[in-house]
């Protein structure tokens, strides 16, 4: 019923900046909530950022001052800003939006497929 469709990873430099998209689709009524969260190797996955549907926002302790999130809620899509990177933040990012669907009763939260994010010289 909703696909969720990331874009943006890479390779980049320390200090370097990146941009990633997640892109919401299908038959979505509303969208509550959207985040980012990631995961690197052999670590839980860790919430990154998280937006309301109203714009308000949420960031870990790490990210805080180098990374912005934002949506656009005409097109269903939820960024995030990477600024100033670090090789601690190489992971695999994740976004999330918690979903009511058309024909449903309640809100379901849906992932993306997960998106390379590797920092390094």
């Known amino acids: 019923q909703v696909q969720m469709v990331e874009s943006g990873g890479g390779l980049v430099q320390p200090g370097g900046s990146l941009r990633l998209s997640c892109a919401a689709s299908g038959s979505i009524f509303s969208i509550n909530a959207m985040g980012w969260y990631r995961q690197a190797p052999g670590k839980q996955r860790e919430l990154v950022a998280a937006?309301?549907?109203?714009?308000?926002?949420n960031y870990a302790d790490s990210v805080k001052g180098r990374f912005t999130i934002s949506r656009d809620n005409a097109v269903n899509t939820v960024y995030l800003q990477m600024n100033s990177l670090k090789p601690e933040d190489t992971a695999v990012y994740y976004c999330n939006a918690d979903c009511l669907a058309y024909g449903t009763i309640q809100y379901t939260l849906y992932w993306g497929q997960g998106t390379q994010v590797t920092v390094s010289s």
């Open positions: 937006i309301t549907s109203v714009g308000t926002t």
